[in-house]
């Protein structure tokens, strides 16, 4: 079974501040991981993903998440903060093997605000 | 290149009717997986197809069904619908595999009342 925990339903930053979204997964395989940005009225936009190649990822847009296997936890960051970033962040999980293969398992989602 | 696009983007229906989705993949991928997002929430997996099977189902009952065509395209189907189904219903495609990205589409506005 997977499972992601995303801790702090809103963050809030001023414009030009670092960005953290945090993210801990429980999995009982290999997990691959994902994180996705979703607009108001749109679907989900891929960030970046994590598929054990580099323990650092980089994605689009500026944002970069670390995966830590000691503290089951994959945080994404933003070094400075765009009015753009405000949207709603999701990390998600998934397997290469079982009943997890292929099936994305989302956390509860946090909301950025950016302030001028 | 076009990306994922579903139909219809909004859709009342009242408590015992049924309903189809449909969702047409991104150009190149043979994947179709759906999500049901209740407001508030993330996404939740309802099922995937691929090569017209379902290959994967999350926790939802059978009054969920879907279907894949040769084309790719696929169908999301809900029967007996309650209040409960009231989500924003998305589909992602994607090729074959669990490291494939997923692309979603806008999704499905999907009101019961």
């Known amino acids: 079974a997977q499972s992601v925990t995303q801790l702090g339903s809103h963050v809030s930053v001023s414009e030009g501040a670092l960005v953290l979204l945090r993210c801990n997964y429980s999995?009982?395989?290999?997990?691959?991981l994902f994180w996705y940005v979703q607009y108001p009225n749109q679907g989900l936009q891929l960030l970046l993903k994590?598929?054990?190649?580099?323990?650092l990822v980089k994605g689009i847009n500026g944002f970069e998440a670390e995966f830590k296997k000691s503290e089951t936890s994959f945080h994404l960051t933003k070094p400075s903060a765009h009015m753009s970033d405000a949207a709603e962040y999701f990390c998600?999980?998934?397997?290469?093997?079982?009943?997890?293969?292929?099936?994305?398992?989302f956390g509860q989602g946090t909301i950025l605000t950016v302030h001028p | 290149d076009a990306g994922v696009t579903q139909s219809p983007t909004h859709l009342i229906k009242t408590r015992g009717q049924q309903v189809t989705l449909r969702c047409s993949p991104k150009?190149?991928?043979?994947?179709v997986s759906w999500y049901q997002q209740a407001l508030g929430q993330g996404p939740q997996f309802i099922f995937q197809?691929?090569?017209?099977?379902?290959?994967q189902r999350g926790n939802f009952p059978d009054r969920f069904s879907g279907h894949q065509f040769p084309n790719y395209s696929s169908e999301l189907n809900v029967n007996a619908l309650l209040l409960g189904d009231s989500a924003l219903y998305l589909c992602?495609?994607?090729?074959?595999?669990?490291?494939?990205?997923?692309?979603f589409g806008d999704g499905t506005r999907l009101s019961i009342l």
């Open positions: 994590y598929t054990s190649a580099a323990t």
């Open positions: 150009s190149g991928h043979d994947t």
């Open positions: 992602a495609s994607s090729f074959w595999g669990p490291l494939q990205p997923q692309h």
């Open positions: 998600a999980v998934t397997g290469a093997g079982g009943t997890s293969y292929g099936k994305l398992t």
């Open positions: 999995s009982s395989v290999p997990p691959y």
């Open positions: 197809y691929y090569e017209e099977e379902e290959r």
